[in-house]
């Protein structure tokens, strides 16, 4: 009987003794330091307990140039991202976020790290897309302002609006803002989508665009849900939520498997409710949209 026992202890001292692999630690910081990245981390490490999680502020962060093979980085912002790729060691792993593909594209144009990883920021074209045609199911004529910075972007615009069965125009954006020219791709157009481009789209030019599309009857979708309380019709987004959805998925994967970029999956859609009723649009609740979008083929 003491036999049997002293057995099973010892097999029991050699089952502890064996060391699990252990998660990478895992440093998030961000362009900007407040209580809601602060407690973004928190909620992150609390999705995630078997990870070692902590937020470390950018000034902090980027005086070190060297770290553990074991860690991986989440990095929040375009400031951020500049200062990764100064870096000139393809370690540590690198996840980037609050960054758009047009700014992605300004530093990296189509040279993209393998070692980093971006979780766009920006809406993905095609759901954009797909949402305007929910809105409005009878336009055709879609226009796009695009610029040097977003023309990349057109290729993927046109294929997606070929798919729902709708046409492009496309208007190369000047230097400064062009009101005949935005008259005259308007008057080929029902509608326009919004390129998430800040040299098209910003404070200085939104009133104006706006302006001349309502004046024609004329819809903008996106480009983002900031642009909503302006006068933008509407957009799809992701929010905290969906984000911290998004690497739940991303850190269970060994880091060597993650892609090179992908957009959350889980999103949300605003409306701006007294623009759908001045363009007599009716029974737009955001809940249904996404329902139907979420139905329809599955974003790249």
């Known amino acids: 009987m003491l036999a049997s026992i002293w057995r099973i202890f010892c097999l029991c001292s050699v089952l502890c003794s064996?060391?699990?692999?252990?998660?990478?630690?895992?440093?998030?910081?961000?362009?900007?330091?407040?209580?809601?990245?602060?407690?973004?981390t928190q909620e992150l490490a609390q999705?995630?307990?078997?990870?070692?999680?902590?937020?470390?502020?950018r000034p902090q962060l980027v005086t070190q140039e060297n770290f553990s093979a074991d860690t991986q980085l989440i990095l929040l912002g375009p400031k951020l991202l500049d200062w990764r790729l100064q870096l000139s060691k393809s370690s540590p792993a690198t996840l980037i976020m609050q960054v758009s593909r047009v700014q992605a594209y300004k530093r990296l144009a189509n040279q993209q790290p393998q070692h980093l990883t971006f979780l766009w920021n920006d809406p993905p074209v095609s759901r954009q897309i797909a949402l305007l045609k929910a809105m409005q199911p009878d336009l055709q004529n879609i226009g796009v302002l695009y610029g040097n910075?977003?023309?990349?972007?057109?290729?993927?615009?046109?294929?997606?609006?070929?798919?729902?069965?709708?046409?492009?125009?496309?208007?190369?954006?000047?230097?400064?803002?062009?009101?005949?020219s935005l008259a005259f791709l308007l008057s080929q157009t029902d509608a326009l989508l919004g390129?998430?481009?800040?040299?098209?789209?910003?404070?200085?030019?939104?009133?104006?665009?706006l302006l001349s599309s309502y004046a024609r009857k004329q819809a903008l979708i996106g480009p983002t849900a900031a642009f909503i309380k302006a006068g933008s019709l509407s957009s799809t987004y992701s929010d905290k939520d969906d984000w911290l959805h998004s690497l739940q998925v991303l850190l269970q994967m060994p880091s060597d498997t993650w892609p090179h970029s992908f957009y959350p999956e889980e999103f949300k859609v605003r409306v701006n409710q007294q623009v759908a009723r001045?363009?007599?649009?009716?029974n737009m609740r955001p809940q249904k949209l996404k329902k139907q979008l979420k139905q329809a083929r599955p974003t790249p």
């Open 18 to 40: 064996i060391s699990l692999p252990a998660h990478a630690l895992i440093i998030l910081s961000a362009e900007y330091d407040s209580p809601a990245v602060r407690s973004f």
């Open 278 to 282: 001045s363009l007599r649009i009716q």
């Open 47 to 57: 999705a995630l307990p078997e990870h070692s999680i902590k937020y470390v502020p």
């Open 149 to 180: 910075h977003s023309s990349f972007l057109l290729k993927e615009t046109e294929q997606a609006m070929q798919a729902e069965g709708l046409t492009l125009h496309k208007y190369y954006w000047p230097d400064s803002y062009d009101a005949r």
């Open 195 to 209: 390129l998430d481009d800040a040299n098209i789209y910003n404070p200085t030019t939104i009133k104006s665009i």
